[in-house]
């Protein structure tokens, strides 16, 4: 459904041109078209460049939970100190982008189905939507003054809203309005 699928073509050498038909729809997502590019070309190659950016994604997402358990265990220790709080859950929320970026949950549940596209869908959306009033309220720690913790509330406020249609509609209606948010 939404996993990269690989089909192996054998190719004569005597052919000189190659017709490729590739039908899409999509009736689930606002932006039309394929998640990700086709990729040609040899089949060990391409296997080689899926496993390395598979390892890479995993060894992110572990960097990113063990600084959020990190600090998050800072936090629990300095209550007071709330920039480590804002820290850790930013990098959880980047961890959890990783995670749905890189197609993890249809990777390793299968079979795929909508369920699990909306799931991903989700998750891809709201991490973008906490990121962002995160990282400005770890920013709003750092920098003494009132006007920019005022600032991070509200962006916090905004964003929130945003976050409940995510959470309260189906992908096609909070994926059109992404554009409003960027």
């Not at 190659?18 to 070309?41: D, Q, T, Y």
């Not at 296997?47 to 800072?74: K, N, P, Q, S, T």
């Not at 990777?107 to 369920?115: E, K, R, T």
Request: with cysteine; net charge negative; charged share 15%.
């Amino acid at each position: 459904l939404w996993l990269p699928k690989v089909s192996v073509v054998q190719i004569e050498e005597s052919t000189r041109e190659i017709s490729l038909w590739w039908h899409v729809s999509n009736h689930h997502f606002a932006r039309g078209g394929p998640l990700i590019s086709p990729v040609i070309g040899d089949l060990e190659e391409l296997r080689g460049d899926l496993l390395f950016e598979r390892l890479r994604d995993a060894f992110l997402i572990g960097i990113l939970v063990i600084m959020a358990l990190y600090h998050l265990g800072i936090f629990s220790q300095r209550t007071k100190d709330t920039t480590s709080l804002w820290f850790g859950l930013l990098c959880l929320v980047v961890a959890i982008r990783q995670i749905s970026t890189s197609r993890f949950i249809e990777i390793l549940s299968q079979p795929a189905s909508s369920a699990q596209f909306e799931t991903r869908e989700m998750l891809e959306y709201g991490s973008m939507i906490i990121g962002l009033p995160l990282a400005m309220l770890f920013v709003a720690n750092l920098i003494p003054g009132r006007w920019i913790m005022r600032v991070a509330y509200s962006v916090a406020v905004g964003c929130c809203l945003y976050l409940v249609m995510i959470l309260t509609q189906p992908a096609l209606v909070y994926s059109a309005w992404v554009d409003f948010y960027q």
